[in-house]
Nanobody, 118 residues
Framework: QVQLAESGGGLVQPGGSLRLSCVAS????????MAWFRQAPGKEREFVAA????????SYSNSVEGRFTISKNNAKNTMYLQMNSLTPEDTALYFC???????????WGQGTQVTVSS
């Protein structure tokens, strides 16, 4: 069973940056894709960014494209989310997710809180 663990969340001022990490416990681990989702209080969970593990193809939601960058380190079984130009609207619990094929994401982390506030 794959376990995902996020880290790197915290409190940051508007305009600031954070880098989130997600480590997969199972080695070797070769998912089809991994992704970041987020959920703000009172709102549904939403897609943020995804990366295909073998091809490094990336995709982003419109709300974060140009500000966030998803990347990975295969050797470390780790996925990252570099978040720049943060705004209060980015405040949410950020989750990493993984899947082995084209089915819905089935492996989820516990989440790391990102709070953007002055």
């Amino acid at each position: 069973q794959v376990q995902l663990a996020e880290s790197g969340g915290g409190l940051v001022q508007p305009g600031g940056s954070l880098r989130l990490s997600c480590v997969a416990s199972l080695r070797p681990f070769t998912p089809y894709a991994m992704a970041w989702f987020r959920q703000a209080p009172g709102k549904e969970r939403e897609f943020v960014a995804a990366i295909l593990w073998s091809a490094s193809h990336t995709s982003y939601s419109n709300s974060v494209e140009g500000r966030f960058t998803i990347s990975k380190n295969n050797a470390k079984n780790t996925m990252y989310l570099q978040m720049n130009s943060l705004t209060p609207e980015d405040t949410a619990l950020y989750f990493c997710a993984a899947k082995r094929g084209k089915e819905p994401y089935s492996y989820w982390g516990q989440g790391t809180q990102v709070t953007v506030s002055s």
